[in-house]
Nanobody
Framework: QVQLLESGGGLVQPGGSLRLSCSAS????????MGWYRQAPGKQRELVAD???????NYADSVKGRFTVSRDNAKNTVYLQMNSLKPEDTAIYYC???????????????WGRGTQVTVSS
């Protein structure tokens, strides 16, 4: 069993910055991919950014150049550095991980509980 813990959300003015963290805890697993999704009221959940074990990244067009996703494999943690925040970035941000138990080929997907990011003046 894997547990995800997110932190770093809050209220920030336009142009400000926030750094989100998501740590995966558990035993005997490896993480193939970690990423961030977000969902604003009345909208569908969308991919923000993700990163593979090899360091390949993928970003939504709306955040390219402003957000940076990174990971610390030793800590099983993924980060999302958000700069130049805009009101349209306001959403609940969810951590998503693809987890492979050691010795197995299957992959299980886990979601965090979400953390609120509000960008407003």
């Amino acid at each position: 069993q894997v547990q995800l813990l997110e932190s770093g959300g809050g209220l920030v003015q336009p142009g400000g910055s926030l750094r989100l963290s998501c740590s995966a805890s558990g035993n005997n697993f490896s993480i193939n991919r970690m990423g961030w999704y977000r969902q604003a009221p009345g909208k569908q959940r969308e991919l923000v950014a993700d990163i593979t074990n090899g360091g390949n990244t993928n970003y939504a067009d709306s955040v390219k150049g402003r957000f940076t996703v990174s990971r610390d494999n030793a800590k099983n943690t993924v980060y999302l550095q958000m700069n130049s925040l805009k009101p349209e970035d306001t959403a609940i941000y969810y951590c998503k991980t693809d987890v492979r138990p050691r010795g197995l080929t299957l992959v299980n997907t886990y979601w965090g509980r979400g953390t609120q990011v509000t960008v407003s003046s």
